[in-house]
């Protein structure tokens, strides 16, 4: 891999992303992450994701150089809808991914955040979407998911002014779960993956898939999704041990079945 390392530690596969100076977004970026996904995905020895970037930020950004080689609307779009795909990969992956964003997210950097389940950010860091000023709009679903969190008002007012907010009030718009001090950062977010990862991953997928639900099917349908999933995960391996751990009064040993 030319800009992603990985390393996988007690179930939890540490992403880090390292493309000096700004760690910005190019195709053949977004390609080799769409590849790691595809890796992870299928090893059963991860059950969590932590991705950060390397050096001074998160990401700052889409490579600004790229654009000058699109030369119609068309490609335009399509570039676009490449970058939208590689979010949604992230959004539906069928475990947690958390952002730990430090320095800067912003533009492309924060489409990506935002398509992580938990974004863990340093309280000096700065996020954005500062597309505005180039004459353009986001292009990687940043104008439907930060509508999303922080609302039609907040959303309008970050895109429109360009200007970023920090990790502190990322938190209090609901963009992000928790600001700590940057140099805590990593370590918080290894806490909280390795957390998760002690779960059972099929209740985790489970409710990735309901938590998705919620956001795209009715009421009516969403529950009914959850009552199958509950089905599934009652009877299955996890469930039973699950239940006999707490009676036993054990920690319980998952087995993702």
């Known amino acids: 891999m030319e800009y992603f390392r990985l390393a996988k530690e007690e179930f ?23 590849n790691v996904l595809d890796e992870l995905e299928t090893d059963p020895g991860v059950r969590a994701v932590l991705l950060h970037g390397e050096g001074r930020f998160f990401s700052a950004g889409a490579d600004i150089k790229e654009f000058t080689s699109v030369a119609s609307a068309e490609e335009a779009s399509a570039l676009s809808r490449n970058g939208q795909l590689v979010a949604e ?14 320095g800067a997210a912003l533009g492309g950097g924060l489409e990506l955040a935002m398509s992580c389940h938990i974004r863990l950010v340093a309280e000096n860091a700065k996020l954005g979407l500062p597309e505005l000023q180039l004459g353009i709009i986001p292009g990687f679903a940043g104008t439907q998911r930060l509508v999303r969190y922080v609302g039609f008002g907040k959303a309008a007012e970050m895109m429109w002014t360009g200007e970023p ?5 990322a938190v209090q718009w609901g963009l992000a779960n928790k600001a700590v001090p940057e140099e805590r950062l990593l370590e918080e977010a290894r806490q909280l993956a390795h957390k998760i990862a002690a779960k059972s991953p099929l209740s985790v997928r489970a409710t990735i898939e309901l938590l998705n639900a919620a956001k795209e099917k009715s009421f009516a349908e969403a529950v009914r999704d959850e009552a199958e999933w509950f089905g599934r995960v009652f009877v299955s391996e996890d469930g039973r041990e699950g239940v006999q751990a707490f009676l036993e009064k054990r920690p319980p040993v998952f087995q993702g079945k």
Do not use: D, W, Y
């Not at 992303?17 to 080799?32: G, M, Q, T």
């Open 89 to 102: 990969r992230i959004e539906r992956f069928s475990k947690p991914v958390i952002a730990a964003i430090h």
């Open 165 to 169: 907010i920090t990790g502190a009030e």
């Open 12 to 34: 939890v596969a540490v992403v880090t992303f390292s493309r000096p100076p700004a760690n910005a977004l190019s195709s053949a970026v977004l390609k080799e992450l769409s």
